[in-house]
């Protein structure tokens, strides 16, 4: 398996049983109401966190170890993470660094990520309009943006990638050497319509690799390009 999995990974589920065992909040749940002002760390094991919408928490970052995230429409908020659940965030939100081990991320329109965004077993979805500062990485899950500016990297193993209605990649795209788990199907990269990958496309595995006849890349490696046109690849 792909070793780009960062070590705080594995200390995130122990620090948030000691922390939130210290606060009283191991089976709690933390909720920020909609419109309200929250400041601070939030730390729970057994609970979700709800912050509601134009709830205004962009100092706040978040944690949970076997819950999920839920970010209503225009709200901020800085760093989330959670090990065993989904991140789901909805229209106009703004954040910081992004991530979980085992759950799906999904972004709505017009999101801003100041950090990056980075998932082991799970998908990324963002929606028109959005737009992530950092890198996005997935090991076991597609990455799909749809009209997103990324400022940085995308890296997969074997989740595959689609790159569609004018989305905007301005780091490289890679597909990493998948090590002992080289059985896993071959990934499907799509790179869409008027879309762009503004680096290289760097693939360390067999991949197949479909370009849109609007779409403008950099140099690729480790795989051939096959042309198409229309909505989507055959």
């Known amino acids: ?49 709800r912050v509601g919408d134009d709830a205004q928490a962009g100092d706040s970052n978040f944690r949970t170890v076997n819950g999920k995230i839920k970010v209503g429409d225009r709200a901020s908020v800085n760093d989330c993470a959670t090990v065993n659940g989904t991140l789901d965030f909805g229209e106009g939100i703004e954040a910081g660094d992004l991530e979980t081990v085992n759950g799906n991320l999904r972004l709505g329109q017009d999101a801003v990520v100041k950090g990056h965004i980075q998932v ?4 990324v979805e963002i929606e028109k309009g959005s737009r992530v500062a950092g890198y996005i990485k997935t090991v076991n ?9 990324v400022e940085g990297d995308l890296t997969n193993v074997n989740g595959g ?14 597909v990493k050497d998948p090590g002992e788990d080289r059985h896993s199907r071959r990934p499907r990269i799509v790179i869409g319509p008027d879309s762009v990958v503004e680096g290289d496309l760097v693939f360390e595995r067999p991949v197949d690799l479909y370009v849109h006849d609007s779409a403008r890349i950099g140099e690729i490696s480790g795989a051939e390009a096959i042309t198409f046109s229309g909505d989507d690849p055959s």
């Open 141 to 149: 899950g597609k990455i799909r943006l749809t009209g997103t500016r």
């Open 161 to 174: 990638m689609l790159v569609t209605e004018g989305s905007v990649v301005e780091g490289d795209l890679l």
């Open 1 to 49: 398996m792909s070793t780009f999995v960062p070590m705080r990974y594995l200390g995130l589920a122990t620090a948030c049983v000691l922390l939130a065992a210290c606060n009283g909040s191991v089976n709690e749940d933390i909720e920020v109401n909609a419109g309200e002002s929250y400041s601070g760390t939030a730390m729970t094991v057994n609970g979700d966190v």
């Open 120 to 123: 082991v077993n799970g998908y």
